[in-house]
Structure formats: structure tokens, C-alpha cells
């Protein structure tokens, strides 16, 4: 149904969304998180690596595809004003260095100060930085969490991985807060950039429903 409203579009500029409310207390802890689904919904994301240049780190971190990796390179166009990525990580054998060269006034209000609390003072910069690339977040506001779930041309299976695997992210993130305050899910409603948003709660399928195969090329 929602790929009806879809038509024309092309497929890769259409974004699916999931909605989820929660019964919770207006205040208190809130649920956010970073995942990486199994069919990534932006792979765009440019990825500053802040390590030992001309090191095997480096090089991994390359190959992992970051966009900009050095020190003293970084330091540099980060104080001239160009900011040319959309995620930063500092290796820890370089913490030092991003100390003393003061850059937080600059990359804290954009979000970018890399640190321990926010996971991007790592010692693996590949892992860290495939996650990253591709990977989606979200949080809870008033009660709700929103997050692209997937693309237009996402076949039904690939929707049904990506959703299943941040529906039980979400539960594992609600359990770690349930000593701290009630939550459940209450409704959970999928939708696309310019379609109606469905509900996902209750039952769809029946013995007669087409296939999701047979759905994906209709």
C-alpha cells in the first residue's frame, strides 16, 4: 500500500520511517541508541579518523572507508573551517594530541568532539568506523522514536530483516532501563516520505496474502 503513493519516485529517494510510541513518564530517562541494520539505509556518511598518520591504523581505517585520516592534517582544516565530514573518531594513541590542539570549541557545538562518553575514543577505528558508515540512530522525543527503516526499492524481505533488527534493539534498550522507569511499546506505525503512516500493530497476513516475493515484483 504505501508504495502506491510511492509511484514514479525514484528509488533510492524514497525513505521508509518507523514510528514507535511508547508509554513512558514525560520525564526521565529517554532511549537512544546506534545500530547498524542488516540492509544500511545511508551509506553516505564521511568519516574523519584522527590517529597516527602513515600507520597500520591509518591504513585501516582507509580501508574501512574513511574520508580523512591524519593528525596534524586534521588539526589543520579543522582550524581553517573545513569541516568536510559528518562523524569524527579519535584513536586513543592520539588523544593526546587532540587535547593539546584545542579543538573543542570548535567541534563541540557541531557534535563532533570526539570522546570516551559517546563511543569515538576507540582503539579498532574499523569496526568503529563500519558501523558509522550506514549505521542509523535514533532517540526517544516525547514519547516517540523515528527512524528511516529502509529505501523504495527495499525488497519486503530486506524491510522485514532491517525492521526485525531494530524492533529487537529497541526492546534490548528498553530492558536496560526498566530499573529506572516503566516503558513498553505501545504502537508502532511504518510510513514513507510522502505516504500515510499504517500501523503495524495486529495481524496483516492471512492464509490467501500473496507472498513478499510475489509482492516485490509486483
Given amino acids: 500500500y504505501i508504495r502506491a503513493f510511492e509511484v ?7 525513505k521508509y520511517e518507523m514510528h514507535v510510541r511508547l508509554r513512558t513518564l514525560k520525564n526521565g530517562a529517554v532511549v537512544r541508541n546506534r545500530l547498524r541494520l542488516p540492509h544500511p539505509v545511508d551509506t553516505s556518511q564521511r568519516v ?6 602513515d600507520s597500520t591504523i591509518s591504513a585501516a581505517a582507509v580501508k574501512a572507508g574513511a574520508s580523512l585520516v591524519g593528525e596534524d592534517l586534521v588539526f589543520d582544516a579543522v ?10 573518531v579519535c584513536h586513543v594513541d592520539s588523544l593526546q594530541k587532540l587535547s593539546k590542539a584545542n579543538l573543542g570549541r570548535i567541534l563541540g557545538p ?9 563511543g569515538t575514543v576507540v582503539k579498532d577505528v ?7 558508515v550506514g549505521g542509523s540512530e535514533y532517540r526517544e ?14 525488497t519486503p524481505e530486506e524491510m522485514q530483516r532491517n525492521i526485525k533488527t ?3 534493539g529497541l526492546k534490548r534498550d528498553i530492558a536496560q532501563l526498566s530499573d529506572r522507569i516503566s516503558k513498553d511499546i505501545h504502537e508502532v506505525v511504518l510510513s514513507s516520505t510522502n505516504g500515510p503512516g ?9 492464509p490467501n496474502s500473496v507472498s513478499t516475493h510475489d509482492l516485490s515484483v509486483l
Fill in 8 to 14: 514514479g519516485r525514484p528509488p533510492t529517494s524514497v
Fill in 48 to 53: 574523519c579518523v584522527i590517529c597516527p598518520p
Fill in 79 to 88: 582550524k581553517a573551517g573545513r569541516i568536510e565530514f559528518e562523524r569524527c
Fill in 110 to 118: 557541531k557534535g563532533l568532539m570526539p570522546s570516551a562518553k559517546n
Fill in 126 to 132: 574499523a569496526n568503529t568506523i563500519r558501523d558509522m
Fill in 141 to 154: 522525543r516525547l514519547g516517540v522514536i523515528r527512524m528511516a527503516i529502509g529505501q523504495l526499492g527495499y
Fill in 166 to 168: 531494530f524492533m529487537d
Fill in 198 to 206: 499504517f500501523t503495524l500493530n495486529g495481524e496483516f497476513r492471512g
